[in-house]
T-cell receptor
Framework: SQTIHQWPATLVQPVGSPLSLECTVE??????LYWYRQAAGRGLQLLFY??????ISSEVPQNLSASRPQDRQFILSSKKLLLSDSGFYLC?????????FGQGTRLTVV | SQKIEQNSEALNIQEGKTATLTCNYT??????LQWYRQDPGRGPVFLLL?????KEKRKERLKVTFDTTLKQSLFHITASQPADSATYLC???????????FGAGTRLFVKA
């Protein structure tokens, strides 16, 4: 069966430090992959999506970037975190009509 | 502008009653609409999908309706239980689109 792994679950980082969140999917090939951010009381905001290795589409201008070095690996990065980058980050993959989410990373920038 | 709206106020109901959550959208022609459940600090979990040509879909105690004229979907949980307490997200995929659009969710509390 397919599973999605996202880590770490929580992260506290100082302003100006780099960020790397990783997501891997098992049990499927060539999935569509997504990074979302969820602010308290708000809907999920799509940050990046990828339809294949090395193919990244950015939805909103921001301090973040994404990469897909392997078919089932999706990485969210930043060179220098801002306070406004704090939030709940979710990785997801989709097939046909359904999306499957990782457990999320609670990022607090201090 | 395009919007998808869910009641931002929490819904409090008594165990055993039917919970009804509303999702309204404007300026979209959804190919389909989904409902997800999200528990605090966790990722959303897919529950049900209903297509634009379907009026109603059921799964165990869950029922979803889709009215493309009213631009509204209703999500029902019958015989609700405290374990149903969570946030429920409405999600749509615009016709011809690739990216799903998420509502902010409605928090449901079921009291024993």
């Amino acid at each position: 069966s397919q599973t999605i792994h996202q880590w770490p679950a929580t992260l506290v980082q100082p302003v100006g430090s780099p960020l790397s969140l990783e997501c891997t999917v098992e049990g499927t090939s060539n999935p569509n992959l997504y990074w979302y951010r969820q602010a308290a009381g708000r809907g999920l905001q799509l940050l990046f999506y990828s339809v294949g290795i090395g193919q990244i589409s950015s939805e909103v201008p921001q301090n973040l970037s994404a990469s897909r070095p392997q078919d089932r690996q999706f990485i969210l990065s930043s060179k220098k975190l801002l306070l406004s980058d704090s939030g709940f980050y979710l990785c997801a993959w989709s097939v046909q009509d359904k999306a499957f989410f990782g457990q999320g990373t609670r990022l607090t920038v201090v | 502008s395009q919007k998808i709206e869910q009641n931002s106020e929490a819904l409090n109901i008594q165990e055993g009653k039917t919970a009804t959550l509303t999702c309204n959208y404007t300026n979209y022609s959804p190919a389909y609409l989904q409902w997800y459940r999200q528990d605090p600090g966790r990722g959303p979990v897919f529950l049900l999908l209903i297509r634009e040509n379907e009026k109603e879909k059921r799964k165990e105690r869950l029922k979803v309706t889709f009215d493309t004229t009213l631009k509204q979907s209703l999500f029902h949980i019958t015989a609700s239980q405290p374990a149903d307490s969570a946030t429920y997200l409405c999600v749509l995929l615009p016709t011809g689109g690739f990216k799903t659009i998420f509502g902010a969710g409605t928090r449901l509390f079921v009291k024993a």
